[in-house]
């Protein structure tokens, strides 16, 4: 069976297991010295604009790794950070006038380079600036810019709360990445992520399995399944559940803080195949990537961004052709997670999408679109929080205010930390009822 180590030579040593709780190990990577903080939702300089003044050379981002890791795929196989720039590029959308993109042959990625288009293909994006950057960098490259963008494919039906979009690389050596786009940064975004979580399978993940299957009908060499956030989790949940001739040619299944699954699913026999082969990266104060259990190796990645922010991965660092890595996950993502996990394995599948739809009713309440919204505006938005949950009836009141402390704590930095935390004391008790 295909080891990752084959065919990934520039992941250094075996993935080192970091959970939810665990102490960092002796063996972990010591940490990296951390560049300055940069905000990428707009409300500091993103960090293609960093890189454009010169400033903050080491350690990168992503973006930096296209612009300067030139050898082709056939000097250097691919590795952990090719998988999150191809990944990256599955939340480009593409307009009508790529149409070839849907096509088994394709376009070449340097045919994305539509000034009149950039718009409509970066308006929702984390950063939209950087993502711009990022396409200005592999069509210039001599590592990406022959890479081919097929059998696009997009679909959505709010009937079933679905959104679903992947595209195939097809990479000079014969390869295939098939990649899976992401949820966006808004509450509703994350919201999807925490519902793919508690309950398995969601018709999107059925849908990346039946994508899988297909380009794998019409592509004869090996494959190699990404995304990130929910097209990790679409990444995994394909690798498993596709037919084991097709499983057999998987190399690597890559999830860039993508969410996990319900304890069900990971003691299948389809995931038990595949384990091995799963590359898990998430930043320091991981939230959505911590949510469920992958029963898989997970590498910690330092992280420039504050808190919940670090979901964004131009904000993850990178130096030369790796990731800088983290002793271990924040307390804060420690705490977090223990708090998610501990409110989602206490109930059942239905029960727990009843309490997800409150949590985000609840964080809905500020008006805010985007979590970032919910940090800036803390002193309006958290009251507002707390006036929410203590609507609820008390068995919510005791779950939701819970997690809404944590995220509150987590989602916010030093002395507003602490001022919004007293500030929800109290939620998740039954004082007064």
Not at 64 to 85: E, I, K, M, N, W
Not at 257 to 282: H, I, M, S
Request: glycine share 8%.
């Amino acid at each position: 069976m295909p080891r990752l180590s084959d065919h990934l030579p520039d992941i250094p040593g075996a993935l080192k297991r970091v959970l939810p709780g665990d102490a960092a190990g002796s063996d972990a990577a010591p940490a990296a010295a951390s560049i300055d903080e940069v905000n990428g939702d707009g409300t500091a300089p993103s960090p293609s604009s960093l890189q454009a003044s010169g400033a903050h050379k080491k350690p990168g981002s992503f973006l930096t790794y296209a612009q300067t890791q030139l050898d082709g795929f056939d000097a250097r196989p691919l590795c952990l950070v090719d998988s999150l720039v191809l990944s990256w590029l599955a939340y480009f959308r593409l307009t009508p006038a790529l149409e070839a993109a849907r096509t088994d042959e394709g376009i070449a990625l340097h045919e994305l380079m539509r000034a009149e288009d950039f718009d409509e293909m970066f308006g929702t994006s984390f950063d939209a600036d950087g993502s711009r950057e990022l396409l200005f960098a592999v069509c210039a490259s001599p590592r990406f810019r022959s890479v081919r963008l097929t059998r696009l494919r997009f679909k959505t039906d709010a009937d079933v709360e679905e959104q679903f979009a992947a595209m195939t690389f097809l990479l000079p050596t014969g390869e295939a990445y098939l990649a899976f786009r992401g949820t966006d940064s808004t509450l509703v975004g994350w919201k999807e992520d925490f519902n793919m979580a508690s309950s398995c399978p969601v018709p999107a993940q059925e849908e990346a399995r039946a994508y899988v299957e297909r380009v794998a009908s019409s592509v004869a060499g090996p494959l190699y399944l990404g995304g990130h956030s929910k097209g990790g989790n679409l990444a995994v949940y394909a690798a498993a559940t596709v037919p084991r001739t097709v499983q057999d040619r998987v190399l690597a299944a890559f999830s860039h803080d993508g969410p996990g699954f319900p304890p069900a699913f990971l003691e299948g026999e389809g995931y038990r195949r595949v384990r091995g082969r799963v590359a898990k990266t998430v930043p320091k104060s991981s939230v959505i990537g911590l949510i469920m259990d992958d029963g898989a190796d997970v590498r910690v990645v330092e992280s420039s961004g504050v808190s919940i922010l670090q979901h964004n991965p131009f904000l993850w660092e990178v130096e030369g052709r790796d990731f800088v890595y983290a002793d271990g996950l924040t307390a804060s993502a420690r705490y977090l997670s223990s708090t998610i996990e501990s409110w989602m394995n206490r109930f059942e599948p239905e029960e727990r999408r009843r309490f997800i739809d409150t949590l985000f009713d609840v964080l809905g309440a500020t008006g805010a679109e985007r979590f970032a919204d919910i940090r800036d505006d803390w002193r309006t938005s958290v009251p507002a929080m707390r006036e929410a949950v203590d609507a609820l009836d008390p068995e919510q009141r005791e779950c939701v205010g819970e997690v809404v402390r944590a995220l509150a704590r987590t989602a916010t930095i030093d002395k507003v930390a602490d001022a919004a935390g007293n500030l929800l004391d109290g939620l998740g008790s039954k004082e007064g009822d």
